[in-house]
C-alpha cells in the first residue's frame, strides 16, 4: 500500500527556514499514531503508536507506522515525544528502538514506566528525559513546553514545538472533563497563553468530532457501576485497556464498597497496574488485591476478575474465557463487564465475544445497554472551544479515520480559519509550513507493516491476498510427472484438496482434461516445466470456476520423468 493520494508526487525540499509535517501513521485510522516534524535538517518524532488487525488481516499480531521515510535519517532523529501511554501511541517503540538504540524518548512519568516495562521484554534499555506539565526543554532546533491535557490514562500531555518557522501545539489525545477523577484537568489556560503568542499549527485530534456535544465526565460511570456490582449474584469480569487506570481505579473503589476482592488478568494489565501501583497512579484500597491463584478458594459472590480484552483480541484474556478457552470458566449468574467504547474495525470481534459470553449463561453489561465508558476524546463542543481559545493560522486534524479528520476540518471553519488553511492529510502527506502558511507539499510511500510472529514487514498485501483465499476458498493441489519427450503424463495427475466440500471423486473428470492439455502442450513444443504448471493451472482455474463455483488456490507441481 502506497500513500493514499496517487495524484501526489514526492515533495521537493523543504524551503530554507520552513517547518515540514510527515504523518506516517494515525491519519486515516485509529491507531498506529506517529508524526515527524524536520526543521534545520532534524528530526522531531510525536508518538509511536501500534494498530491492531481487522478480519481481513489474518494471522497479523500488529500493524506498525512505516518508517521508511526517516530510516536513512536516524540520526537527525532528537528525540521522540509520547504524549501518553496508550498502545497506539507507544506500541510501536520497541520496533523503532531497534533501528537506533539511543533515541531519547521523552514523556511524563507514567508513560515512560508502561514503555520502559514493554522495552524490558525486547531486552532494550532506553535513554529517556521525564517531563511534566509547564516545563519546557530544549530538543536540538525544537523547544518544546508540555501542557496537561485529560484523557483516559493519566499523565497525558500536550506539546507546543517551537522552531523558527513558528510555532506547532500538538494536543495528543485529549478531552475536557471538567471533573476527571485524578483532578488533573486539560490546561485551557496555557492553550489561551499559546494562542495570545501565536499558534501557527493547531495538529487536533479528531476522534470525536462527529460527536456532538461534549464528552461525558468519567465520573458518572461510578453509580452504573456501583448498581451493576449490587446486582450482580456471583463473579463480575471487568475488561478493559490494559492502560486505563482510571477505570481499574473505579472498579476496585466499587469492588471495596461491595466487599469484593480485585485479580487482574492478563500479562499486560498484571504488568500495568503493578506499575501504576507502584507510581501511585493507583490507589488500592487495603486488602482489595488478590492475586489470581487464590480466587479459587473465594466465595463467588466476592469476586471481581479485572481483565485485558475488551476489543475482542482473539489472543486476550476475555476472548479465551467466551471460547472456554482459559482457566476462569465462566457460568450462569456471573457478569461481565466490557467497560470499552467499540474502535472502529473490532464491531465484529466484540460482538462475537459478547455471543460466546451470553452462550455460557454470563449476563453482559456493555457500551450499548448501560453507560460503563464514556470517551476519552473531544467531541465537536469540546473542538469548537479549543479552537476559539487558541484562534490558530493554521490546522491540521490528527488522530481518525479520514471522516473524522473532515468533520474536524468543518469544526474549524465554522470559528472562521480559512479552508485553504486546513489541511486535510492522510498517512504519508507532507505538510510544509512556510512563511506562516501551511499546504500540502506532497507525499511519501507510507504503507502498512505487518508484525507476523517474529517478522516485521516481511509480510506483504499480496501474502495476505493468499491468506484470505486460503481461509475463504480453500486450496487444491495436483502433482503430475510426464514424459520429457513426447509430453505425455506418466505418473497423475494426483489431486488434493484442502477446505473444498466437495468429494474427492468430483476431481476425476478433471484428470483427464489435464493429461489432455498437456499432451497439446507437448505437441506444441511446450517442455518447460514452469509453463506446463500454468498449463495446469488454467485448466484446473477453469473448471474449479464452472463446475464449483470457487476460486481455490491452485498449486500445480509437473516434474519431468
Not at 500488529?62 to 509520547?82: N, Q, S, W
Request: hydrophobic share 45%.
Amino acid at each position: 500500500m502506497s500513500h493514499p493520494h496517487p495524484e501526489l508526487t514526492a515533495p521537493g525540499p523543504l524551503a530554507p527556514g520552513g517547518l515540514r509535517v510527515v504523518p506516517l501513521g494515525g491519519l486515516g485510522e485509529v491507531g498506529r499514531n506517529m508524526a515527524v516534524l524536520e526543521y534545520d535538517g532534524k528530526l522531531l518524532v510525536i508518538d509511536c503508536g501500534v494498530l491492531f488487525p481487522e478480519d481481513s488481516q489474518p494471522g497479523v499480531d500488529l500493524i506498525l507506522p512505516d518508517f521508511g521515510y526517516i530510516e536513512d535519517r536516524l540520526d537527525d532523529v532528537v528525540a521522540v515525544i509520547l504524549t501518553h501511554g496508550h498502545e497506539d501511541h507507544i506500541g510501536a517503540v520497541p520496533f523503532l528502538l531497534r533501528l537506533r538504540q539511543d533515541i531519547p524518548l521523552i514523556g511524563s512519568q507514567l508513560t515512560l514506566a508502561f514503555v520502559e516495562a514493554k522495552l524490558k521484554e525486547h531486552r532494550i534499555k532506553p535513554y529517556t528525559l521525564t517531563v511534566t506539565e509547564g516545563q519546557t526543554e530544549r530538543l536540538g532546533p525544537f523547544e518544546c513546553e508540555f501542557v496537561a491535557v485529560n484523557h483516559s490514562i493519566p499523565d497525558a500531555l500536550a506539546v507546543a514545538i517551537r522552531t523558527g518557522a513558528g510555532t506547532v501545539l500538538h494536543t495528543g489525545d485529549f478531552k475536557m472533563d471538567q471533573l476527571p477523577l485524578d483532578g488533573r484537568i486539560t490546561d485551557l489556560r496555557a492553550f489561551a497563553r499559546l494562542g495570545e503568542q501565536g499558534v501557527d499549527l493547531f495538529m487536533v485530534d479528531s476522534t470525536n468530532a462527529e460527536v456532538p456535544g461534549f464528552t461525558v465526565s468519567e465520573r458518572e460511570i461510578g453509580p452504573v457501576l456501583d448498581a451493576v456490582f449490587h446486582q450482580a449474584e456471583r463473579r463480575i469480569i471487568v475488561a478493559s485497556f490494559a492502560s486505563h487506570v482510571h477505570r481499574v481505579q473505579q472498579v476496585l473503589d466499587t469492588a471495596a464498597a461491595h466487599g469484593r476482592k480485585v485479580a487482574f488478568v492478563g500479562r499486560s494489565m498484571v504488568r500495568n497496574m503493578g506499575v501504576a501501583i507502584e507510581l501511585g497512579y493507583l490507589k488500592a484500597p487495603d486488602g482489595v488485591l488478590v492475586d489470581i491463584k487464590a480466587v479459587d478458594d473465594l466465595p463467588d459472590e466476592q469476586v471481581v476478575l479485572m481483565s485485558t480484552g475488551s476489543q475482542g483480541e482473539p489472543m486476550a484474556a476475555l476472548s479465551r474465557m467466551a471460547n472456554n478457552d482459559h482457566r476462569i470458566r465462566i457460568g450462569r449468574g456471573d457478569t461481565v463487564i466490557m467497560a470499552s467504547s467499540l474502535i472502529p474495525g473490532n464491531e465484529n470481534a466484540i460482538y462475537r465475544v459478547i455471543n460466546g459470553l451470553a452462550r455460557l449463561g454470563a449476563k453482559v453489561v456493555h457500551q450499548g445497554n448501560a453507560r460503563v465508558h464514556v470517551s476519552g476524546h473531544a467531541s465537536a463542543g469540546e473542538l469548537l472551544y479549543c479552537y476559539n481559545i487558541v484562534k490558530p493560522r493554521n490546522v491540521m486534524p490528527v488522530h481518525g479515520e479520514v471522516r473524522h479528520l473532515i468533520a474536524n476540518a468543518d469544526i474549524a471553519a465554522l470559528t472562521g480559519i480559512p479552508r485553504e488553511r486546513i489541511a486535510v492529510a492522510e498517512d504519508g502527506v507532507v505538510v510544509d509550513l512556510v512563511d506562516g502558511k501551511a499546504s500540502i507539499a506532497g507525499a511519501v510511500p507510507c504503507g502498512y507493516v505487518y508484525v507476523d510472529g517474529s517478522s516485521v514487514g516481511d509480510l506483504t498485501d499480496a501474502d495476505l491476498k493468499d491468506r484470505r483465499i486460503l481461509g475463504e476458498e480453500g486450496f487444491i493441489s495436483i502433482f503430475v510427472a510426464v514424459d520429457s519427450g513426447t509430453g505425455k503424463v506418466v505418473v497423475g495427475p494426483e489431486i488434493h484438496a484442502r477446505g473444498v466440500a466437495e468429494d474427492e471423486s468430483v476431481f476425476e473428470p478433471i484428470k483427464r482434461q489435464i493429461a489432455e492439455a498437456l499432451a497439446d502442450a507437448g505437441r506444441e513444443g511446450i517442455g518447460d516445466t514452469l509453463q506446463l504448471q500454468q498449463v495446469v493451472r488454467r485448466v484446473v482455474g477453469r473448471w474449479a470456476g464452472t463446475k464449483l463455483r470457487r476460486r481455490p488456490m491452485i498449486i500445480p507441481v509437473v516434474v519431468e520423468a
